[in-house]
């Protein structure tokens, strides 16, 4: 796991969040480098994968220098994620093939809560 995630490069409409652990950057630079967090996914190998686990619809953003003592970290559960920007909230989820290889690497994933 790398010890920083890329920051987006810019803030417009190409921003994409993971939807495993909520890391925002560009689309672009999931296809290049895929996420820091979830690199079992092979993002930056495969750009049919950096579609599938990656979302344009979510809300927020927050920027996390030091997840293990940021309290908004803990409350995000990012807590054990690298230090990046991280969306407050995404509302789709994984498909079930792609929980399927989180399940494969004793990963887990947390939908996110329905309203």
């Not at 925002?24 to 296809?31: A, E, I, N, P």
């Not at 993002?43 to 950096?50: F, V």
Request: with cysteine.
């Amino acid at each position: 796991m790398s010890s920083v995630a890329q920051i987006p490069t810019s803030f417009g409409h190409d921003l994409r969040a993971c939807l495993r652990c909520r890391l925002v950057k560009t689309y672009d630079q999931f296809r290049e480098s895929g996420c820091e967090n979830c690199q079992f996914f092979n993002m930056d190998k495969d750009q049919e994968m950096a579609n599938e686990c990656t979302t344009s619809n979510f809300t927020g953003i927050i920027s996390v220098m030091d997840p293990s003592r940021s309290w908004a970290a803990r409350w995000l559960r990012t807590g054990r994620f690298v230090p990046g920007c991280y969306t407050l909230s995404v509302s789709e989820t994984l498909s079930g093939e792609l929980q399927t290889i989180c399940d494969e690497h004793n990963i887990l994933y947390v939908p996110p809560k329905r309203s």
